[in-house]
């Protein structure tokens, strides 16, 4: 995206990528979907980014989601609203527009590189990294160095390393004397320690129509239990906080609620009327219209100890406690916090330590849930560095 608007205002551009095809994370986002942005009001819109609200507001208000949406258009990609307001290319899937922006770079004379990785900066006379030379190693494995009048780094973040975004950048940044916040796991599961037999009968079973959160059980939809926890978009928008948790206390309870639809005293009032003096617990819970996993997770959470009574039943479904032991590793996350600190970058994206350096997309420190809102922060920064690099290139 930088580089497509650089070109557009007649700069000589290439684009270097470590990988051998270019756009290999997008093409993983677009896996089951292309989730390219959202459409609800741009106010409720920014407040998705929580903390780097102040930071990312400006940049994604001056390239917005339907400038986006417009841009989509402009390569033969329509875009449609889907249910949950979340919007899509008409095509679906983000080959279609992956094959037709490179074929719109290449007519702008844009040069592609790839097999090329980046080891960190040159070393000016003073000692000092040298923003306008950088230093790679191409395909051959040869160590080559590259000039530049301006340079826009986008090398992500360090979830999905095989596509190219290891995170490899972070050691050469903090020699620098950058300020660079850890890289950790964002948009992901979560580990438990479920006993063998409950992994047994219902790892792969999904929890449907669950709501789940830390302290009160707040974002809605299914999660899927695995060998080794929780996964699913109700736990992926948790991460925030449940990493806050694990960091502040060492422990996280994720609390879930098995039946959102419904109060406490109206699944007692259920429950209470679909009991059978015979029944057990697992057939009185049956008829009480809960799933299997539903059942065997509040076995599990309580040492098999669910009580008889329909109001605490009631309760337990309406807030289980699950006991996180922590986050599923980095390489396992849909996206990452940390980075490049804001203090480190102007307001136009330049790094303030390596003139004509700017930084852009997951690099920086900030955080989105799933939603389209990543994509979108990822094409409004690298838009704001690229005319950030062009008022420098022109001034």
């Known amino acids: 995206m930088a580089a497509e608007v650089l070109a557009e205002a007649g700069v000589d551009v290439t684009i270097y990528d470590q990988m051998p095809s270019a756009g290999r994370k997008l093409?993983?986002?677009?896996?089951?979907?292309?989730?390219?942005?959202?459409s609800e009001p741009l106010e409720a819109f920014l407040q998705r980014y929580g903390s780097a609200r102040s930071h990312l507001a400006d940049v994604v208000a001056d390239f917005d989601p339907n400038d986006l949406r417009d841009w989509c258009t402009g390569l033969n990609e329509?875009?449609?609203?889907?249910?949950?307001?979340?919007?899509?290319?008409?095509?679906?899937?983000?080959?279609?527009?992956?094959?037709?922006?490179?074929?719109?770079?290449?007519?702008?004379?844009?040069?592609?590189?790839?097999?090329?990785?980046?080891?960190?900066?040159?070393?000016?006379?003073?000692?000092?990294?040298?923003?306008t030379?950088?230093?790679?190693?191409?395909?051959?494995?040869?160590?080559?160095?590259?000039?530049?009048?301006?340079?826009?780094?986008?090398?992500?973040g360090a979830s999905w390393p095989?596509?190219?975004?290891?995170?490899?950048w972070v050691d050469e940044f903090i020699r620098c004397g950058l300020d660079v916040a850890p890289l950790r796991p964002a948009n992901c599961g979560v580990r438990v320690g479920w006993?063998?037999?409950?992994?047994?009968?219902?790892?792969?079973?999904?929890?449907?129509?669950?709501?789940?959160?830390?302290?009160?059980?707040?974002v809605r939809g299914d999660a899927m239990v695995t060998k080794s926890g929780l996964e699913g978009g109700p736990v992926y928008a948790s991460s925030s906080e449940i990493r806050g948790s694990l960091d502040r206390d060492g422990i996280c309870t994720l609390v879930v609620d098995l039946n959102p639809d419904l109060s406490i005293d109206q699944l007692a009032e259920r429950l209470r009327q679909c009991r059978r003096p015979k029944d057990s617990i697992s057939t009185w819970l049956r008829k009480g219209r809960f799933a299997p996993v539903a059942v065997a997770l509040m076995r599990e959470c309580t040492g098999n100890q669910i009580p008889a009574d329909p109001e605490r039943v009631a309760e337990l479904a309406k807030l289980l406690p699950v006991q996180v032991i922590d986050l599923m590793p980095i390489d396992r996350a849909i996206s990452t916090a940390g980075g490049v600190t804001f203090d480190e970058i102007s307001g136009s994206f330049m790094l303030h330590r390596i003139p004509g350096v700017f930084v852009a997309g997951e690099m920086l420190d900030w955080e989105a849930p799933t939603g389209?809102?990543?994509?979108?922060?990822?094409?409004?920064?690298?838009?704001?560095?690229?005319?950030?690099?062009?008022v420098m290139l022109f001034e």
């Open 78 to 131: 329509t875009t449609f609203v889907g249910s949950s307001g979340r919007v899509f290319p008409e095509s679906f899937r983000s080959t279609p527009m992956l094959r037709a922006w490179l074929r719109r770079l290449d007519s702008q004379g844009v040069k592609l590189r790839v097999r090329h990785h980046w080891l960190g900066f040159g070393t000016a006379e003073d000692g000092r990294p040298d923003g």
């Open 162 to 168: 095989r596509t190219g975004s290891d995170g490899g």
């Open 27 to 38: 093409l993983l986002a677009g896996r089951g979907g292309l989730n390219i942005t959202h």
């Open 133 to 156: 030379r950088s230093v790679f190693t191409d395909a051959d494995g040869s160590t080559v160095e590259v000039r530049a009048d301006v340079t826009i780094m986008a090398l992500g």
């Open 372 to 390: 389209g809102y990543l994509l979108q922060a990822s094409f409004s920064t690298a838009v704001a560095a690229a005319r950030g690099a062009i």
């Open 195 to 218: 006993t063998e037999e409950f992994v047994e009968r219902f790892a792969g079973v999904p929890l449907k129509n669950v709501a789940v959160g830390v302290g009160s059980p707040s």
